[in-house]
């Protein structure tokens, strides 16, 4: 029974999370695309993977998807990057680590 209100929780979280950056990212994105002179600045990144089995890379793959702005292009074939498409990108390591920090470990915490 405690597990399944552990899960519960983790879930809300990883839901909450990703909702509030679904409203981020439309904001930037929505900035970034009606200024007079557009400073895009695309890139795509590989993003380190710890986490290990498919379900978990497949959730992250398809949130990273869902968030505007950004797209999951291919999973490098040992497993251990994630090749992301992202429209802009001040900072690659800043990148890299919200994605570690807010969907990866939301993720090894729920399905862990």
Known sequence: MIRILNR????????????????????????????????LRPAIVAVPLSL????QIVLLA????????????????????????VMHVEDVAAFREEVKSGFERRIRRLLG
Not at 52 to 55: G, H, I, K, N, S
């Open 8 to 39: 519960l929780f983790y879930a809300s979280g990883l839901l909450v999370y990703f909702l509030w950056e679904l409203v981020v990212a439309n904001f930037r994105l929505a900035r970034d695309v009606l200024r007079p002179l557009p400073r």
């Open 52 to 55: 290990e089995r498919d379900t």
């Open 62 to 85: 398809n949130l990273i998807t869902l968030t505007p702005g950004t797209l999951s292009l291919d999973v490098s074939s040992d497993r251990r990057f994630l090749y992301v498409h």
